[in-house]
């Protein structure tokens, strides 16, 4: 049940879950890793799907709203100048990087399929790059555990 239970929560919040797993449920290095590893990709793959149809139900239902329209003023807020930033000065990577550690799963998943479409190598790296943030993550707190 704590298996599922990890899996579950990793899909969700990757970063979070983590203490969790290590402290409350006492699970191993590698039983941490396989479980966190197998949620986080599950994770990926549900909210990219659910993101596709997401956008495209938007661009079917709103037309007029996904046209370009030139508005007289645009208003930025603190969100979407950081979304914007994001995306121009670190690209893909910076997603990549930033979706386990700050963002969560589904935002870096929805981001990634918005910004740069749907090919199958982008979620590679968001897997790959929530792969190696649980190594980072595991050996932190299990280090952590060691010492206490």
Known sequence: MKEITV????????????PV?????????FDTIIFTN????????VFTFFS???????????????????KSKTIFNK????????KTKYGLPGIVILTPLLLSIPIGSFLIAKYYGERK?????????????????TLFYTQIKSAI
Do not use: E
């Open 79 to 86: 969100r979407n100048r950081w979304l914007v930033k994001l």
């Open 52 to 70: 596709h149809l997401l956008i495209k139900a938007y661009t079917k239902y709103w037309p007029d709203k996904c046209k370009y329209h030139r």
């Open 7 to 18: 899996i579950f929560f990793c899909s969700w919040k990757f970063a979070a879950t983590f």
């Open 121 to 137: 190598a982008n979620f590679l790296w968001l897997i790959f790059g929530q792969i190696m943030w649980s190594f980072v993550y």
């Open 21 to 29: 797993a290590v402290y409350a449920m006492k699970m191993s290095f």
């Open 38 to 45: 197998i949620g986080g990709a599950i994770g990926v793959l």
